[in-house]
């Protein structure tokens, strides 16, 4: 069993920079592939980053291009989201989840996801 505990949200203004941060229960943390989803009030979970089991790896959502950075840490079963210049409408609960994954690729889709973390709330006031 895969536990997440995601960490880091808060209230930031709008151009404001925040790190999401995520610890995953396990000793197989190096086997699963991760990713970063958010869901607003009244709208869909989506994903916004994926990471697979190495860092090369990584996928992003056209909003998000080029102001988030999805990493991971192996040896500390770690994974990251560094939000940059935080626009209103990226305020979301943030979940962390992971997937079981044999090969090095990323999961975009939320559905491909096995274990979630609570979630971590960001709010951004303009």
């Known amino acids: 069993q895969v536990q997440l505990v995601e960490s880091g949200g808060r209230l930031v203004q709008a151009g404001d920079s925040l790190r999401l941060s995520c610890a995953v229960s396990?000793?197989?943390?190096?086997?699963?592939?991760m990713g970063w989803l958010r869901q607003a009030p009244g709208k869909e979970r989506e994903l916004v980053a994926a990471?697979?089991?190495?860092?090369?790896?990584?996928y992003y959502k056209d909003l998000v291009k080029g102001r988030f950075t999805i990493s991971r840490d192996n040896a500390k079963n770690m994974v990251y989201l560094e939000m940059k210049s935080v626009k209103v409408e990226d305020a979301a609960v943030y979940f962390c989840?992971?997937?079981?994954?044999?090969?090095?690729?990323?999961?975009?889709?939320?559905?491909?996801?096995?274990?979630w973390g609570q979630g971590t709330q960001v709010t951004v006031s303009s």
């Open positions: 989840a992971a997937k079981r994954a044999v090969a090095g690729g990323y999961f975009p889709r939320p559905a491909e996801y096995d274990y």
């Open positions: 396990g000793r197989t943390f190096s086997s699963y592939a």
């Open positions: 990471i697979g089991r190495e860092e090369i790896n990584t």
